[in-house]
């Protein structure tokens, strides 16, 4: 019997032992609720700095500077709210960039030309040299489209070009005017495709010469792309927001808006 009465105390003393600090924290909060529901004023003290930076990690940032170099966008260029432009990017007059296309000018300088397009999912990048020697800056010039899902990286594509979707062009490519390029064609570095010739195939290989009604179309497609890309453009307010700021100070020194 002596040793059961030990054994029970044992037990007891443990137990009270292990609940000691959850009956101390209930005590505690009881008395922080108490205290703040007697003075509501000490409640408020707790405030939100107005200098607080809120981040919204949801979001996806579709400007990128990167050191000194910032990407411009035309005033009439339609760039689709998904796109990222990093760095030295020029998107110029009257050209368009599609859902989903990634323009890295981190290393070297990308320029789409005027009424040019690049459409969705593409990948626009730049090396710090090209093995040709030339210039290692991804060039696209005036009148050219190019497909879905294209990869471009240190190439040069002159003026009135078609590069088929899925298409890759590697570094020092070069596309000379009135060219066409099928879709799915990969076009080794240092590759030229001659004037007015139909290439395609992985490596891209000679096809046959375009015709004169051929040619003709190739700034045609640029241009509706371009209509289309207008429709688009009116669904989103200009570039620039700089009449806030205006306003903002007209308020700010008693002017009337």
Not at 176 to 187: C, D, R
Request: glycine share 6%; hydrophobic share 40%.
């Amino acid at each position: 019997m002596a040793s059961l009465a030990r054994l029970s105390r044992k037990c007891l003393t443990s137990s009270v032992a292990s609940h000691r600090h959850l009956v101390s924290r209930a005590l505690a909060t009881a008395a922080a609720v108490k205290a703040t529901e007697s003075s509501p004023a000490a409640a408020e003290k707790i405030i939100e700095c107005p200098d607080r930076v809120k981040w919204d990690y949801r979001g996806q940032r579709k400007i990128i500077p990167l050191g000194q170099w910032l990407p411009k966008i035309a005033v009439d260029a339609y760039v689709a709210p998904n796109v990222v432009l990093a760095g030295q990017v020029n998107v110029l007059d009257g050209s368009s960039v599609w859902n989903g296309a990634v323009l890295r000018g981190d290393l070297n300088k990308i320029t789409v030309g005027f009424c040019s397009n690049v459409q969705e999912k593409c990948v626009v990048h730049a090396a710090w040299s090209s093995p040709t020697g030339l210039p290692a800056e991804t060039m696209i010039e005036r009148f050219v489209t190019v497909g879905a899902y294209c990869l471009l990286r240190s190439c040069h594509i002159e003026p009135e070009c078609i590069i088929g979707q899925h298409s890759i062009l590697m570094e020092g490519s070069l596309v000379e005017t009135h060219s066409i390029l099928e879709a799915g064609s990969v076009v080794p570095p240092g590759r030229r495709i001659p004037t007015g010739e139909l290439w395609a195939g992985n490596p891209a290989r000679f096809v046959r010469k375009l015709t004169h009604e051929e040619t003709v179309e190739i700034p045609k497609l640029a241009v509706a792309v371009n209509d289309l890309s207008k429709e688009y453009f009116n669904e989103f307010l200009p570039y620039s927001t700089v009449y806030l700021e205006v306003e903002k100070m007209m308020k700010s020194h008693g002017i009337s808006i």
